[in-house]
């Protein structure tokens, strides 16, 4: 293979000139168990490129693959409770919350 110029993989990141469009389908697709298996060097590919990748099956999504980053972000907790709740709009509304003092409801186990 000397001599021979390597192929780049320009195309594949969206990048250089007359980059194409990509569809909804190139995106975020969903991929059978047995696709999924098949072309799992694809499908991470994907991921990592165009976003999570749903797998199925028997018809219903089973599990979704994400990029690393992509997932570090969604892990990523935003704030406390306490933070979430100092934040809320309802904060200095003057609403009052009252508990019911009927007692405890019967539970049938």
Do not use: Y
């Not at 298996?37 to 599990?63: M, V, W």
């Not at 994400?66 to 306490?82: D, F, T």
């Amino acid at each position: 293979m000397l001599g021979r110029a390597r192929k780049s993989n320009a195309h594949r990141r969206g990048e250089g000139r007359g980059s194409p469009k990509l569809s909804r389908a190139d995106v975020m697709a969903d991929w059978t168990v047995a696709d999924a298996k098949a072309k799992f060097s694809e499908l991470l590919e994907k991921a990592c490129l165009h976003g999570p990748q749903t797998i199925t099956r028997h018809g219903r999504p089973a599990a979704v693959v994400v990029s690393p980053e992509e997932w570090a972000n969604k892990k990523q907790r935003s704030g406390s409770l306490v933070e979430f709740f100092a934040r809320s709009p309802l904060r200095g509304s003057g609403l009052k919350v009252r508990r019911s003092k009927d007692g405890i409801r019967p539970v049938r186990l």
